[in-house]
């Protein structure tokens, strides 16, 4: 899958001007080192991604005024009833991430994979709670996440995700930028609503799944490591 096939046809079709396509296309490379750099300091693969071409805001309801940028998303999906991840990217945050923020983001969104595949291999997936706002949002999604410590061996990566994730993801700068050189321009926006961010996936969906059993032992390490780490934290 080429990762950005949705952005350079919504380029094609005037959607996206030829000044915000090129700095995209000059900066994804540190979208792409980033990945690398995941890999490499978590021993595990990193799931497909692609480059969505939009802006995404989220808000509690559809006649709330709160709302938040969504600069990154984690996606099951089922294909010709086959299980994939696919993790979301928005366009803003490569063309006015700093190179810090991008891979704390995607690192971000690489742990929410783990616990995704975690909840799959133990099939717990089937009655996630859903928050009624960004705030209990943010809360929740700190709360189930592995230790990003006990996943990436890697000092500097992880010193960008403690900075940028102390609870939930702010930068204020990244957003002045976003809004003043991607909303109000009137570049793509699509929104969404919380609960279509939550996983529902049927008993049958769940039973067809077939994960490596490696894959599975490796994730179950991680949990009880990071397990240990929080308690350590309690006490």
Same mark, same amino acid.
């Given at each position: 899958?080429?990762?950005?096939?949705?952005?350079?046809?919504?380029?094609?079709?005037?959607?996206?001007?030829?000044?915000?396509?090129?700095?995209?296309?000059?900066?994804?490379?540190?979208?792409?080192?980033?990945?690398?750099?995941?890999?490499?300091?978590?021993?595990?693969?990193?799931?497909?991604?692609?480059?969505?071409?939009?802006?995404?805001?989220?808000?509690?309801?559809?006649?709330?005024?709160?709302?938040?940028?969504?600069?990154?998303?984690?996606?099951?999906?089922?294909?010709?009833?086959?299980?994939?991840?696919?993790?979301?990217?928005?366009?803003?945050?490569?063309?006015?991430?700093?190179?810090?923020?991008?891979?704390?983001?995607?690192?971000?969104?690489?742990?929410?994979?783990?616990?995704?595949?975690?909840?799959? =291999? %133990?099939?717990? @997936?089937?009655?996630?709670? +859903?928050?009624?706002?960004?705030?209990?949002?943010?809360? /929740?999604?700190? !709360?189930?996440?592995?230790?990003?410590?006990?996943?990436?061996?890697?000092?500097?990566?992880?010193?960008?995700?403690?900075?940028?994730?102390?609870?939930?993801?702010?930068?204020?700068?990244?957003?002045?930028?976003?809004?003043?050189?991607?909303?109000?321009?009137?570049?793509?926006?699509?929104?969404?609503?919380?609960?279509?961010?939550?996983?529902?996936?049927?008993?049958?969906?769940? =039973? %067809?799944?077939? @994960?490596?059993?490696?894959? +599975?032992?490796?994730?179950?390490?991680?949990?009880?490591? /990071?397990?240990? !780490?929080?308690?350590?934290?309690?006490?």
């Amino acid at each position: 899958m080429d990762p950005l096939v949705r952005f350079r046809d919504a380029h094609s079709k005037g959607l996206i001007p030829n000044d915000v396509y090129d700095l995209t296309l000059k900066r994804f490379p540190i979208a792409v080192a980033g990945i690398d750099r995941i890999e490499k300091a978590s021993g595990i693969q990193y799931p497909v991604a692609y480059v969505e071409p939009s802006l995404v805001l989220s808000s509690s309801d559809s006649n709330s005024y709160e709302y938040g940028i969504l600069f990154a998303r984690t996606i099951p999906v089922m294909f010709e009833e086959k299980f994939q991840v696919v993790i979301q990217v928005s366009a803003p945050l490569i063309t006015y991430g700093l190179k810090g923020t991008i891979h704390a983001i995607l690192a971000h969104e690489f742990l929410h994979f783990l616990e995704l595949m975690r909840k799959i =291999s %133990k099939m717990e @997936l089937l009655s996630d709670e +859903i928050s009624g706002n960004l705030f209990e949002n943010v809360y /929740s999604d700190e !709360t189930r996440l592995f230790e990003p410590k006990v996943v990436f061996k890697d000092r500097m990566l992880l010193n960008h995700i403690t900075k940028k994730f102390p609870a939930g993801f702010r930068d204020y700068k990244l957003e002045d930028k976003v809004i003043k050189f991607w909303a109000d321009r009137n570049l793509p926006k699509s929104n969404i609503s919380l609960d279509t961010n939550n996983v529902k996936l049927s008993v049958e969906s769940l =039973s %067809k799944i077939k @994960l490596d059993p490696k894959f +599975i032992l490796k994730i179950k390490q991680l949990e009880e490591k /990071s397990l240990k !780490t929080h308690k350590k934290k309690l006490y």
